[in-house]
């Protein structure tokens, strides 16, 4: 089993994605150590807060339709052209439409403040190139993550190359806020040519599919918006309730606390599409989501446990003296992470289940609670307190809630049998 599984499609999926990520990962050490230093922890707080505010808006353009577009295409393979094409011709009208959203907030609430306007208008931009990326998931569905891995790849490359240029001619923030925003231009590009050369169905708009794919994707919108509230809120509140170097403080832990974030998503989105063609299986369903479980909590819980100890060297090496005021903030939001991935999976889970309804009630109880957590505790503690409401609120959605709601307790008690690593291990020599 274990000489089947390193030669199985779903491994030489993920070692591309980890591979290429790897690669990415030491490109972003660099541009990351050499980026926040030239703009010091007030500049590099304003462009965390414009990332902020466009990813809060990122779910309203995606509609929900990156939650259910990989199931589509699996189910569907014969209208995945149209499939495909629909679903970035709604996203596009609906980036258009939150680009205009993100102007017109922060022309009002930042009126005075030209940097920041400047900052968030050049980073919306990335909403428009962002809706045409969404054929990436053709691509995971297929298990060929090798073209998107590329893509990505060579995108960043690109994109650091371009940052190297500004720091070198001296260039103000809001032109690195704008080549965050080309990176994924980059992406659609390249990934458009892999796709037709491919050999795939010719991308085609249809109404009917909208209409259809809207009627399940929509429950997602409300869903993703609160996913967002938890991590992108604590930002915007930093910046509201403090000032910019306490958003540069807790921008620079949660950098690192995400850092190695592409291990978790490669193994979850290259294991994703096997949980779904496997959902009428019983047995074989939670086999794979308990491993899926254990691997993503023991080695989420491992990173936690290194990085609470490493921290001072962590961030004195990335980011220098001037940001060590986010050790102690990196101490406590690394283990948001955990909780992180685990409702990821339940999501995978939550959608194979039909359970779409629920993810708004789950996800707006959540934020809701991180809100009121952040509103208390940011006053009187900062950054760090937003640090604390953020591992709170990730527990009380991804594991409490489980047990509120009476349909999610089955996935909760294969969640915790996936504690013990016997679930992996059994799966792994195919016991």
Not at 137 to 152: D, E, G, M, R, V
Not at 166 to 176: A, N, Q, S
Not at 328 to 342: A, D, E, G, K
Request: proline residues 2%; glycine residues 4%; contains cysteine.
């Amino acid at each position: 089993m274990l000489k089947k599984l390193r030669n199985s499609p779903v491994a030489s999926n993920a070692g591309w994605i980890i591979a290429c990520k790897l690669c990415k990962a030491a490109l972003t050490l660099v541009s990351t150590m050499i980026v926040s230093r030239y703009l010091g922890v007030d500049k590099y707080g304003i462009l965390h807060y414009a990332s902020s505010l466009v990813t809060f808006f990122t779910p309203i353009m995606q509609l929900g339709l990156n939650e259910i577009l990989v199931h589509e295409i699996i189910a569907s393979p014969e209208r995945e052209g149209k499939t495909v094409g629909t679903v970035v011709v709604m996203n596009l009208a609906a980036s258009i439409l939150c680009v205009l959203g993100i102007v017109g907030f922060v022309s009002v609430l930042h009126a005075d403040e030209k940097d920041t306007i400047l900052v968030c208008i050049c980073y919306s931009l990335k909403l428009v190139f962002q809706a045409t990326e969404m054929i990436f998931y053709w691509f995971q569905a297929k298990l060929k993550s090798k073209y998107t891995s590329l893509a990505i790849l060579a995108a960043y490359i690109c994109v650091v190359l371009l940052q190297a240029l500004f720091i070198f001619l001296h260039f103000d923030v809001y032109l690195f806020a704008l080549a965050n925003a080309l990176e994924f231009l980059l992406i659609t590009v390249i990934l458009l040519a892999f796709y037709f050369k491919q050999g795939a169905q010719k991308l085609s708009f249809s109404m009917s599919a909208a209409k259809e794919l809207f009627s399940k994707s929509k429950y997602y919108i409300i869903s993703g918006l609160m996913v967002v509230v938890f991590s992108q809120t604590d930002k915007m509140m930093l910046k509201w309730m403090c000032d910019n170097a306490e958003v540069g403080f807790y921008s620079a832990a949660m950098t690192c606390a995400t850092m190695t974030s592409f291990v978790f998503v490669a193994i979850i989105d290259s294991i994703r599409p096997t949980i779904f063609s496997s959902k009428n299986d019983t047995a074989q369903f939670e086999q794979k989501l308990k491993f899926l479980y254990s691997v993503i909590i023991w080695c989420s819980l491992l990173q936690s446990a290194v990085m609470t100890v490493a921290s001072p060297i962590i961030i004195r090496i990335l980011y220098g003296a001037e940001y060590m005021g986010a050790i102690n903030i990196l101490r406590i939001v690394v283990w948001f992470t955990t909780f992180s991935y685990i409702g990821t999976v339940r999501n995978i889970w939550i959608l194979s289940c039909g359970y779409q309804r629920y993810l708004g009630w789950i996800n707006l109880s959540g934020a809701m609670m991180n809100i009121m957590l952040n509103a208390l505790m940011i006053p009187h503690y900062g950054a760090i307190g937003a640090a604390i409401a953020s591992v709170i609120s990730q527990i009380f959605t991804n594991v409490i809630i489980g047990y509120i709601l009476p349909p999610l307790r089955k996935n909760n008690k294969l969640m915790f049998q996936a504690i013990s690593p016997k679930p992996m291990i059994k799966y792994i020599l195919g016991k």
